[in-house]
C-alpha cells in the first residue's frame, strides 16, 4: 500500500547538522501520521518524532529541541538535525501508518563522529 526511502544520511562532526528525506510512495492518501525512529547497534529501534495528518508535531525527550520533523507535501517527510552528537548515530527509519497498516523505509545510516 505504502513504500517509504529514506535519503540524507552521513557522516557528521559533533555539533553539525542533516537534514534526512523520506519520499512515500503508492496509496500515499491513506497515511494519517508519519514518523522517525532511529536504531544504533545492539539497541532497539526507538520512536524520535511523529507528525499527523493535522500536522501535529510529538518529539522524544532526547531530541527535543534539536530536531525538527516536517511534511512538506503529502509523499515527502523530512526531519532536520541539530547540534548532533555521537549519541544520535543509528540507522534513522521513516515509518507511515495508513489505513491499512504500518510501512517501514529501509533506513539511512548517520554517522557522528570528530
Known amino acids: 500500500q505504502v513504500q517509504l526511502v529514506e535519503s540524507g544520511g552521513g557522516l557528521v562532526q559533533p555539533g553539525g547538522s542533516l537534514r534526512l528525506s523520506c519520499a512515500a510512495s503508492?496509496?500515499?492518501?491513506?497515511?494519517?501520521?508519519m514518523k522517525w525512529y532511529r536504531q544504533a547497534p545492539g539497541n532497539q529501534r526507538e520512536w524520535v518524532a511523529t507528525i499527523t495528518r493535522a500536522a501535529t508535531t510529538t518529539y522524544a525527550d532526547s531530541v527535543k529541541g534539536r530536531f525538527a520533523i516536517s511534511r512538506e507535501t503529502v509523499n515527502m517527510l523530512y526531519l532536520q538535525m541539530n547540534s548532533l552528537n555521537p549519541e544520535d548515530t543509528a540507522v534513522y527509519y521513516c515509518?507511515?501508518?495508513?489505513?491499512?497498516?504500518?510501512?517501514w523505509g529501509q533506513g539511512t545510516q548517520v554517522t557522528v563522529s570528530s
Open positions: 503508492g496509496n500515499i492518501f491513506s497515511i494519517y501520521v
Open positions: 515509518n507511515a501508518d495508513h489505513s491499512r497498516g504500518r510501512s
